[in-house]
């Protein structure tokens, strides 16, 4: 099953804005996107480089 969802899954998804139908984000190659936390229950640890889960520990390394 593995090996078939590997084989016939899409290179690229391009998500669209609801309400202008203009392109929102590309999903392809090494894209990388951000939210704002409610919606990013994990992350990168920036020491670790390890993804782990969010919690209001990590807001410490928030800039700002």
Not at 10 to 15: E, F, H, M, Q
Not at 26 to 51: C, H, M, V, W
Request: hydrophobic share 35%; proline share 8%; charged share 20%.
């Amino acid at each position: 099953l593995v090996e078939w969802a590997l084989r016939t899954v899409p290179s690229k998804v391009t998500l669209h804005n609801s309400r202008t139908g203009k392109v929102a984000m590309r999903l392809e190659g090494n894209n990388a996107y951000f939210g704002t936390g409610s919606d990013t229950p994990f992350f990168i640890d920036p020491y670790t480089q390890k993804r782990i889960p969010a919690s209001k520990k990590q807001w410490r390394w928030q800039p700002g």
